[in-house]
């Protein structure tokens, strides 16, 4: 059996983000001895003030990023490199080769050219479509012809996106040409997309996928959203769904922590959006037995295979919490740059 008695220590940057902190509250979970380090631009930033040890660091656009992460990795000793933040996220996709060289630390997540392809809605379509699942038929706004063509095909309501957008901002549901003509004001690399129906059969689903792109795990949740993000969700026993889930992942280019989004459709499930990050249901879905945070500990530091874990079915409800530091605690941040847990 492969050592679990070794303690990890684990890298999260963007400490103030919501992600952050549902994949920091999933690793508490974790009975593996670990230590969280957490770092962040700005001094106030919640992650500071729970982690074990904290930086406060230059943004990931300044030149200085890059060492000083590879200084805060050195001294902390850390094993495995999290990104809170999308541009982190894709900044380490791309330097991740160099951070294992010089500190041994192994960032988790695609490398860079699968996650361009992936955050491209435009191209994930046709990633989909060459391995034969179905997907939101789309179309670029470079041509009016096509454009006329496509509502002429589908009608309204059709979907709006940002084709290089994140999560929810940049899209938009448009009910008419005029709103169509509006939303293009104000979203930038316009992709056009078929609205998929029922309304009702929107569906979460997390994935795990081991060093060789194979599927270890999956969780699929029936959801309603809310600010962006899962709010109500019906997590589901272990079927279909996942199955397809599994395949569609082991289709592409993904390892460690994927989120796939699909709509329940009459022709079937046709997936809408993939994220190869942790999600911002990572921390509910540990408490119908799936911590994708734990497998990740498990399979990329303590090398162990990942067993599917044993899902209960059950309702998901959020809401929003607080969390109070002194004016004093982030004062000393902002001079120091620097806190560590007694």
């Keep these: 059996m492969p050592e679990t008695t070794k303690k990890v ?51 990931v656009v300044e030149p200085t990023y890059f060492d000083r992460i590879v200084e805060i ?7 495995l490199l999290i990104a809170g933040g999308e541009l982190e996220m894709r900044f380490w996709a791309k330097n991740r080769a160099t951070l294992l060289e010089k500190t041994g630390t192994e960032f988790i997540g695609c490398d860079s050219e699968a996650l361009a392809r992936l955050e491209d809605k435009y191209e994930l379509t046709r990633m989909m479509a060459a391995a034969g699942f179905d997907f939101p038929d ?38 008419s040409a005029e709103d169509l003509a509006f939303q293009l004001k104000r979203i930038n690399n316009p992709v056009l997309q078929e609205y998929l129906r029922p309304d009702d059969q929107e569906y979460t689903a997390g994935v795990f996928a081991d060093r060789q792109g194979k599927a270890r795990a999956s969780i699929v949740m029936r959801r309603e959203m809310g600010l962006g993000m899962t709010m109500k969700a019906h997590t589901l026993p272990f079927g279909e ?16 922590p994927i989120n796939v989004q699909f709509r329940l459709t009459e022709r079937g499930p046709v997936t809408f959006e993939i994220n190869p990050r942790f999600s911002s249901t990572t921390l509910s879905r540990t408490n119908f037995g799936y911590n994708d945070a734990e497998m990740v500990a498990r399979h990329f530091f303590y090398g162990e295979e990942i067993a599917h874990p044993t899902l209960k079915a059950g309702y998901l409800y959020r809401f929003i919490d607080d969390f109070v530091v002194t004016e004093a605690e982030v004062e000393t ?7 560590r847990q007694e």
């Design 73 to 79: 990795c050195l001294t902390e000793g850390v094993n």
């Design 9 to 59: 220590t684990i890298l999260l940057t963007g400490a103030g983000g919501n992600l952050t902190q549902f994949i920091y509250r999933a690793f508490l979970k974790c009975g593996f001895p670990k230590r969280i380090v957490m770092c962040d631009y700005r001094p106030d930033a919640i992650g500071l003030y729970q982690a074990d040890a904290a930086y406060v660091v230059p943004g």
């Design 333 to 339: 941040m902002r001079v120091t740059g620097f806190r």
């Design 138 to 175: 789309s179309v670029l706004l470079d041509d009016e012809s096509d454009v006329q063509d496509f509502i002429g095909k589908w009608g309204f309501p059709l979907v709006l996106k940002d084709r290089f957008g994140s999560g929810s901002q940049g899209v938009a549901v448009v009910r």
């Design 241 to 256: 769904l996942n199955e397809y889930c599994e395949r569609l992942v082991e289709s592409l280019p993904c390892r460690g």
